[in-house]
């Protein structure tokens, strides 16, 4: 996994933030906008925190490699007719769909295909595929996004790509692999999950940021290194508890629940209707709930913007995390009075504003996170 790191000249903060991308992306989502102005990755520096800006296994500077990742699908799912009026406001050719979106103001352009605000947009996404054993198709956001198994070199320290570190011998051990195809969502969220783990071994107790179907990667690596991930922070996270083929929770894979769970079988829900315009139908457990014994304490917050497709909120996943035990809260930009916002909030018009609340929370909520 390809690390890219920043120290600033003044340090203020005591731990570091992990920038993680989301699906179709890479590293330069935080690094810097479609029309040239600065991404939050040096925004976070000028406030005087260690930033490391994650390529995930598969993706960008990780790249995508047939015999670790599966065959090349005959088609690359990031396009500019994918993006535009998806990622960008809607338009004539993909009008808006339900109340939201038509407020979508903010993107720094146009959005049309054909405008360079999109072409550059385009142009930083993708390197990556996820394959599905059985299917041979695309794995979907909701079950963890792209990213396949990735990895494979080891080497230096973050910069380069990500070295054994002190990870755990059970998560270090190469992943089964069928043919030579990536069995899906299941692997990739176990190479995060070691990746990540390997990461934080080696830069010490960090902040982790993620962003659409990067979503799954700060509880993944909480779940094995949860002394040393201090705080999680979810851009509009994919995939709601207990959806799609996230039949652990809000991963594919095991996390460990007290009582303890032995086959997800077990885990028994119930299906919750909020009554809140919008929010779809999600899942909870049964009462009694089972706790996630190792992502006790750690504080959470799930952060929606206003004119998104994931918008309002994501009361589910908050709701989920709770009834498990954990401190998870969320952070909906319209109660900041930020509006016009879409789903790549960080590249927008306005994305030192909407990063605002976000450094806030992490003031109030992460122990010694105060500027010093």
């Avoid at 120290?7 to 330069?28: E, K, N, S, T």
């Avoid at 338009?91 to 979106?101: D, L």
């Avoid at 963890?144 to 494979?152: E, L, V």
């Avoid at 979503?215 to 201090?230: H, N, Q, T």
Wanted: aromatic fraction near 8%; charged fraction near 15%.
């Amino acid at each position: 996994m390809y690390v890219e790191y920043w120290i600033p000249a003044q340090v203020r903060h005591p731990y570091p933030i992990v920038l993680v991308h989301g699906g179709g992306g890479q590293g330069l989502d935080w690094m810097g906008t479609p029309d040239g102005r600065p991404g939050w990755s040096t925004y976070l520096l000028q406030e005087g925190y260690k930033v490391y800006v994650v390529d995930r296994p598969g993706h960008g500077r990780s790249p995508f490699h047939p015999d670790l990742d599966g065959p090349f699908p005959a088609q690359f799912p990031t396009t500019l007719e994918g993006m535009s009026g998806q990622f960008t406001p809607p338009n004539a050719s993909r009008p808006a769909v339900g109340p939201y979106r038509p407020l979508h103001n903010q993107w720094p352009g146009t959005g049309e295909i054909g405008s360079p605000d999109l072409d550059q947009m385009v142009a930083s996404q993708g390197g990556t595929y996820v394959t599905n054993a059985v299917t041979g198709g695309t794995v979907a956001a909701a079950a963890g996004g792209r990213g396949g198994r990735g990895g494979a070199a080891q080497g230096p320290a973050p910069g380069g790509r990500g070295g054994p570190g002190g990870a755990q011998a059970a998560f270090a051990a190469p992943l089964p692999v069928d043919g030579g195809v990536s069995t899906g969502a299941e692997t990739a969220h176990m190479v995060w999950r070691q990746r990540g783990a390997m990461l934080l071994d080696k830069i010490g107790p960090a902040i982790i940021m993620t962003h659409s179907a990067g979503g799954p990667f700060g509880w993944l690596v909480a779940e094995i290194r949860p002394s040393l991930v201090k705080a999680i922070i979810v851009i509009e996270g994919a995939g709601g508890p207990f959806a799609g083929q996230n039949v652990w929770g809000l991963s594919t894979i095991p996390a460990a629940y007290e009582p303890p769970v032995s086959d997800p079988s077990e885990i028994k829900t119930k299906t919750i209707t909020p009554a809140e315009a919008g929010v779809q139908p999600y899942r909870l457990q049964e009462e009694p709930a089972r706790k996630l014994k190792n992502l006790q304490g750690i504080p959470m917050v799930m952060v929606t913007a206003e004119a998104s497709f994931a918008s309002p909120g994501s009361p589910g996943a908050v709701a989920y995390l709770r009834q498990a035990g954990c401190r998870a809260e969320e952070l909906r930009l319209v109660d900041h009075g930020i509006h016009g916002n879409g789903h790549m909030m960080m590249v927008e018009k306005n994305n030192r504003e909407v990063l605002q609340p976000i450094l806030e929370w992490i003031d109030k909520n992460v122990p010694a996170s105060g500027a010093r």
